[in-house]
Nanobody
Framework: VQLQASGGGLVESGGSLRLSCAAS????????MAWYRQAPGKERESVATISTDGNTDYLHSVKDRFTISRDSLMRTVFLQMNSLKPEDTAVYYCAADIRTTRWVEVSRFWGQGTLVTVSS
């Protein structure tokens, strides 16, 4: 299984970016998909999660600015980030809880990370 994240970059404060993360490989089903971030010198934190039935949850500091969504095939997760602030600067990682076959338990897989830099 591979999670390929893209969409990071440099943006000015107040700008927008859209991150994407596509899951590929041997996949029987995908449950929760999520975005995390890790800023320099800080621990990784959960930014947003989305379940298979569309329920979402957000880090308080990004509510009303970020939106997580999934495509109809449920294998790609997006993070629309608006009104970006310098404190949003971090490496963003996607994660997915995946069952590779019907006979195994769910495992969490991680993408490689994409850097988001917000200039003031």
């Amino acid at each position: 299984v591979q999670l390929q994240a893209s969409g990071g970059g440099l943006v000015e404060s107040g700008g927008s970016l859209r991150l994407s993360c596509a899951a590929s490989g041997t996949i029987f089903s995908i449950r929760t998909m999520a975005w995390y971030r890790q800023a320099p010198g800080k621990e990784r934190e959960s930014v947003a999660t989305i379940s298979t039935d569309g329920n979402t949850d957000y880090l308080h500091s990004v509510k009303d600015r970020f939106t997580i969504s999934r495509d109809s095939l449920m294998r790609t997760v997006f993070l629309q980030m608006n009104s970006l602030k310098p404190e949003d600067t971090a490496v963003y990682y996607c994660a997915a809880d995946i069952r590779t076959t019907r006979w195994v338990e769910v495992s969490r897989f991680w993408g490689q990370g994409t850097l988001v830099t917000v200039s003031s």
